[in-house]
């Protein structure tokens, strides 16, 4: 019954020159969004033309891959989590005492609580500016291993799920250091708001029940 009605409704729209009824179409949310809790690292790689593409490693060993820079897919898990890149490394280069104005790109992002982004290098770059740092979320990592050459190896919660590292081990453990840090501090930020929250309702509760009396 619905179906004739429907049908129609659309030939009276065409005999009065309209185009009937159109649908909108649902855009396919991607598997990185969805399946983000899973996501343990946005990495870096090229294709046969050298155009750079972000592999998405899930902690089951799955992956998949993106036609875009790492900082896109960042770009848009920071915007699920209410904020935006540009937000995060603000808020990450305030809390980072040992963070500079020319490590933007280099410090931790901290998305929420303890799920943060570690940016580390993973390949040479073969073009110029196309990206050689790799995110690595921070709750997965496992431990750290040195390799030959001063590169290292981060094995992951999954120790079939590794990523390959060009920096020393000790550079690597320094960047992991500093996001416990960030941690730290962003958690005493979000305290020190919170008493200050606290204390400003009660001060605006005294000031209305005066006004009552």
Not at 95 to 104: I, K, M, R, V
């Amino acid at each position: 019954m619905l179906k004739s009605q429907q049908q129609t409704q659309q030939q009276k729209q065409k005999a009065k020159g309209g185009k009937g009824i159109r649908r909108k179409r649902r855009r396919k949310i991607p598997n990185y969004i969805l399946y983000w809790p899973y996501v343990v690292a946005l990495v870096p790689v090229y294709d046969m033309n050298h155009n750079t593409w972000t592999r998405v490693q899930y902690i089951d060993g799955q992956s998949e891959e993106y036609p875009c820079r790492c900082e896109a897919l960042l770009e848009k898990l920071a915007v699920m989590f209410h904020t935006t890149l540009e937000v995060v490394r603000g808020r990450a280069v305030l809390l980072d005492e040992g963070a500079e104005c020319g490590e933007l790109r280099k410090v931790p992002l901290v998305m929420f609580g303890n799920y943060s982004f570690v940016p580390v290098k993973c390949r040479r770059e073969v073009v110029r500016n196309s990206g050689s740092l790799a995110y690595v979320v921070y709750p997965y990592v496992k431990h750290i291993e040195q390799k030959p050459g001063n590169m290292c190896e981060i094995v992951f919660k999954n120790p079939d799920v590794v990523l390959l590292i060009m920096q020393h081990i000790t550079d690597v453990e320094e960047q992991m250091e500093r996001t416990r840090n960030l941690h730290r501090a962003k958690e005493m930020e979000e305290q020190y708001w919170q008493y200050e929250i606290c204390n400003a309702r009660k001060a605006v509760k005294k000031i209305i029940q005066k006004q009552e009396l």
